[in-house]
C-alpha cells in the first residue's frame, strides 16, 4: 500500500528564512511524488513534480529513495509563500491513483 | 482554455438520501478523478475515469459510483448517505493516466450531511 506522511501540521518560519516541508512516503514501486499546493480561497494547483527536476517559485524537491523522502525547500521564505501544502505519490500502473499526505500549513511570519 | 468547474457549491442533505455530485473537465482532457477531502485531511482518491470507463478505485464502498460521458464530464453518484461522508469533494481532470501527469483540481463541493 502507498502511504505519504508529512509530519508537521504547521510549520511557522520568519520572511527570508529557510523553509524546508517535510515528506516521506512508502511505495513498493517506482513512485511520481508531486507537491501542490493551495492558496488562500484558491483551488490546490501543483506546485512540481519531481519527474521535471525544476524549480518553481523558488521551491526544490529532491526525491530520495534511499530515504524515502520528497522534502520542500526554499532558501528564503516570502510572505506569499504561505499557503497549505501536500506531498502526493503517484501509482503508474494503469490509472494514476494518488495518495495525498496530510497537509502542511505554512505560515510565514513578516 | 476553461478550468475544471463543479457543482453545486454548497450541499445539505440528510442520512439515507442520495446525491449527485458534477464536474466539467478543463478542455481537452479525457481523465476524470474524484477525492473526498475530509476537515483536515488530505485528498483521499475515490476512483478515476477515462473514456467513460471507471479506471481504478481507491477504498470506498460501491454505494460511491459514478459516471463519465462523452464530452468528458463527470458524476460523483452517492447512495444511503451516512454522517462521515460529510466533507469536501474535489474532482480532478487531467490528458491521460500516466502517473506523472498533472491534475487539475476544481473548486470543490462541499456536502454536508445532517
Known amino acids: 500500500a502507498q502511504r505519504v506522511t508529512q509530519p508537521e501540521k504547521l510549520l511557522s518560519v520568519f520572511k527570508g528564512a529557510p523553509v524546508e516541508l517535510k515528506c516521506n512516503y512508502s511505495y513498493s514501486g517506482s513512485p511520481e511524488l508531486f507537491w501542490y499546493v493551495q492558496y488562500s480561497r484558491q483551488r490546490l494547483q501543483l506546485l512540481l513534480r519531481?519527474?521535471s527536476r525544476e524549480s518553481i517559485k523558488g521551491f526544490t524537491a529532491d526525491l530520495n529513495k534511499g530515504e524515502t523522502s520528497f522534502h520542500l525547500k526554499k532558501p528564503f521564505a516570502q510572505e506569499e509563500d504561505s499557503a497549505m501544502y501536500y506531498c502526493?505519490?503517484?501509482?503508474?500502473?494503469?490509472?494514476?491513483?494518488?495518495?495525498f499526505g496530510t497537509g502542511t500549513k505554512l505560515q510565514v511570519i513578516p | 482554455e476553461t478550468g475544471v468547474t463543479q457543482s453545486p457549491t454548497h450541499l445539505i442533505k440528510t442520512r439515507g438520501q442520495q446525491v449527485t455530485l458534477r464536474c466539467s473537465s478543463q478542455?481537452?482532457?479525457?481523465?476524470v478523478s474524484w477525492y473526498q477531502q475530509a476537515l483536515g485531511q488530505g485528498p483521499q482518491f475515490i476512483f478515476q475515469?477515462?473514456?467513460?470507463?471507471?479506471?481504478g478505485r481507491g477504498n470506498f464502498p460501491p454505494r460511491f459510483s459514478g459516471l463519465q460521458f462523452p464530452n468528458y464530464s463527470s458524476e460523483l453518484n452517492v447512495n444511503a448517505l451516512e454522517l462521515d461522508d460529510s466533507a469536501l469533494y474535489l474532482c480532478a481532470s487531467s490528458y491521460g493516466t500516466g502517473g506523472s501527469n498533472e491534475q487539475f483540481f476544481g473548486p470543490g463541493t462541499r456536502l454536508t450531511v445532517l
Open positions: 478542455s481537452g482532457h479525457n481523465t
Open positions: 502526493a505519490l503517484s501509482y503508474s500502473g494503469g490509472y494514476q491513483k494518488v495518495t
Open positions: 475515469y477515462y473514456r467513460e470507463e471507471e479506471n
Open positions: 519531481h519527474i
